[in-house]
């Protein structure tokens, strides 16, 4: 069975409690940036509904997310998908997550995220972020191809870490 891989996403992570939380207002606003279309973005504004209020007992978390991006030595080897490097040309045939995969595809996946959990908290935790490096197309690249970075060497060792 192959495995398969996707471009690797760090995400550190840390919170901080808020004296003021409670009356803390959180805007999101598009990246100002190209390669991503109108659609793939959350419009500006306020984000707020019924289950994003903040119950009045309670302290507020913040959550900082720092997500680097890290590419790969190209590969054409059988045991992974992709070749180790991130998608950044358009490709209309494919419908969930298309690409271009740049900054603007990881900062609005960061949005998303924090949309999500400050719904679901009801408020009570706020994400924050940022994706490095800044240019819209770099990634940090490591030395060596996918695999070496893979623990499991044989295809049995393989297929028990997915069951």
């Known amino acids: 069975m192959k495995s398969k891989a996707v471009m690797l996403l760090i995400l550190l992570t840390w919170t901080a409690h808020s004296a003021n939380a409670q009356t803390r207002k959180v805007y999101f606003t598009k990246p100002k940036i190209t390669g ?6 959350v419009p500006n504004g306020y984000f707020e509904s019924e289950n994003a209020r903040p119950e009045q007992t309670g ?5 900082r997310i720092l997500a680097l991006r890290v590419s790969f030595k190209p590969d054409t080897i059988s045991e992974t998908t992709g070749n180790g490097t991130f998608q950044l040309v358009k490709n209309d045939s494919i419908i969930i997550d298309p690409p271009p995969h740049n900054r603007a595809y990881f900062q ?6 924090a949309h999500y959990y400050r719904s679901v908290s009801k408020g009570k935790l706020i994400l924050t972020g940022d994706v490095y490096p800044y240019g819209q197309n770099d990634s ?5 191809e996918m695999a070496y970075y893979n623990p499991n060497t044989t295809e049995a060792e393989l297929d028990q870490r997915l069951s």
């Open 59 to 63: 302290k507020t978390d913040t959550l």
């Open 140 to 144: 940090y690249r490591l030395p060596h």
């Open 108 to 113: 609005a996946q960061l949005v998303s995220l």
């Open 36 to 41: 991503v279309s109108e659609q793939q973005l």
